[in-house]
């Protein structure tokens, strides 16, 4: 059974920064992975995705804030957050795509005005 382990969420003011980290029990190296979150009373939606070769790809409302990376090596994938809004406000999820679509448990991130 892959596990994700999401860090690194919490309270921040706004224009302010933070890195969430997504750690898997697995390698990743082949893998697409992407970072989704969902606020309250609002459907799950994607953020980012980096395919296996680091491709990024972004959603527009995050582009130019937000940055997705990965380290294969640590099994790791990354999203740095800048310029947070209150509208960033969510709980954040990692995603793993393989034969089977795996979830981690999800890390809050709270954007203050």
């Known amino acids: 059974q892959v596990q994700l382990v999401e860090s690194g969420g919490g309270l921040v003011q706004a224009g302010g920064s933070l890195r969430l980290s997504c750690a898997a029990s697995?390698?990743?190296?082949?893998?697409?992975m992407g970072w989704y979150r969902q606020a309250p009373g609002k459907q799950r939606e994607l953020v980012a995705t980096v395919a296996s070769g680091g491709a990024p790809d972004y959603a527009e409302s995050v582009k130019g804030r937000f940055t997705i990376s990965r380290d294969n090596a640590k099994n790791t994938v990354y999203l740095q957050m800048s310029s947070l809004q209150p509208e960033d406000t969510a709980v954040y999820y990692c995603?793993?795509?393989?034969?089977?679509?795996?979830w981690g448990q999800g890390t809050q991130v709270t954007v203050s005005s």
């Open positions: 697995t390698s990743i190296f082949s893998n697409a």
């Open positions: 995603r793993l795509w393989a034969r089977t679509t795996y």
